[in-house]
């Protein structure tokens, strides 16, 4: 399977490539259109600011390519928001446009410190072959101040003061707002079920 690891800038390119490699998956680190376009899988990662993101793919001439994907794709982290219409970071920032609805700042409040990192539970909101496999009791590693809302692409749901959006779906573009590649057992698993051959 030929997974392309769209080179997006982010600092956790190697880690993700690390945690696919665990798995058996080689994966091609490219700014590409035909290498992405030809891939089996296709991941976008991202640390950092969504206007910093953005610009990015646009210098990278990727904002296009990543619209005309057809074959799986998964957000992880800033990744994930990137797949949305728009996010509030930075002022506004209109981005890929591939899941509907906008990412929002979290409120901090004494219960939700923001940033809102560390480990905490996920929920499922429904199924999905991304999520197989996952409980009600599983926890994942999380790092943002920014998030989707909870809304009908919801797949997983944490809860930081009010719930968020942890993993998501719109047809064959997946995102996970956490870190598979730090999320230890459940990580794994959200990739192993990524890479799956029935995956659909």
Known sequence: ??????????????SVRYALSRLGAESSLTSNADEILSADRVILPGVGAAAAGMARLHEMGLVDVLREVQQPLLGVCLGMQLLFERSDEDGGVDCLGLLPGQVIAIPASASARVPHMGWNTLQHCKSDPLTAGIVDTDRAYFVHSYAAPVSDVTLLSTQHGQPWSAAVRSGQRW??????????????????????????
């Open 175 to 200: 995102g996970a707002q956490f870190h598979p590649e730090k999320s230890a057992d459940v990580g794994s698993r959200i990739l192993r079920n990524f890479l799956a051959e029935d995956l659909s």
């Open 1 to 14: 399977m030929k997974v392309a690891l769209v080179d997006s800038g982010g600092t956790n390119i190697g």
